[in-house]
Every structure is written in C-alpha cells, then in structure tokens.
C-alpha cells in the first residue's frame, strides 16, 4: 500500500515559488527595518524616519511573524507539509495586526497612494496562501 499524496498541479508550484520570493522580500524589508541603524534612518525622509520612531515593539513584533512566518509558510507548502497551514495562519494573523495599526493607527498619510494599497494587497496575499494551504490539504497535495 501506498502512501504517497497526489502531486499538486504545475500552478501550485509556480504560486508557492513567487509566494516565497515575496515573502523573502518581506523578510529583507523586516530585516531592514528591524536592524537600521541611526545614520541609516537619517537618510530617510523625515515621514519615514516619524514612523521607525513612533511604532511600538508590538508591531515590529507582528511585522515579524507576517514575515517569518510567510516564508516559512511557503517553504513547508514547497516541501508539501500539512504543518504549512498553521505557520500561513499564525503569519496571517501577523499580517492582520500590523496593518491594522498602520491603517487605522498610524500616520501614513505621507506615504501617498502606496501606504493604502501596499498593506491591502499583502492582506489579500496572506489570505490567499493560507486558503492555498487548505486546498492543498483537502485535495491531498501534501502530508
């Protein structure tokens, strides 16, 4: 007897791909920002440098696991691991508590069209891979 799972379609592997590399973008631009140094901070516009100065630890926390655990996330789909789903959820709920403060709490007006749609689009992406988990797991894609 068998014990493979089904082999996901060509599509999954492509999403789960460009979903990793967004997400390792995520990462660098954690890591960016996490780690910026004060001269560093000095070279950015003054909106950008009020914001680094003004967000609580919390958020930067939250930033994290979106992050972290999206690329973690998307390297267990990858490897076709059912424990995928519960790291796309905890990012998820990351993702969620970050943008509600730059959305509704922080001042980002300065950050133009972008500091909107930006934290919308990553919302709909999170949401996407943690539903591609679960598809992933009813259609036996992974174990």
């Keep these: 007897m068998t014990t493979d799972s089904i082999k996901p379609p060509v599509w999954y592997w492509v999403a789960t791909g460009l979903a990793l590399l967004w997400n390792i ?5 954690y890591l960016t920002q996490a780690f910026a140094t004060p001269e560093m901070i ?12 003004n967000t609580p630890a919390w958020v930067t926390g939250a930033f994290a696991l979106a992050v972290w655990g999206g690329t973690i996330g998307c390297l267990l789909l990858l490897l076709r691991k059912r424990l995928s ?3 796309l959820t905890i ?3 990351g993702i969620v508590a970050q943008v509600s403060y730059n959305l509704f709490f922080a001042n980002i007006s300065d950050f133009g069209p972008g500091g909107v749609f930006l934290p919308i689009t990553i919302v709909v992406i999170g949401a996407a891979l943690l539903y591609l988990s679960k598809k992933a ?4 894609w992974i174990r």
């Design 25 to 29: 973008a995520g990462v660098a631009n």
């Design 42 to 53: 000095a070279t950015m516009p003054e909106y950008q440098q009020e914001y680094m100065a």
């Design 85 to 87: 789903q519960t790291v």
């Design 91 to 93: 990012s998820l709920v």
């Design 137 to 140: 797991k009813s259609s036996g």
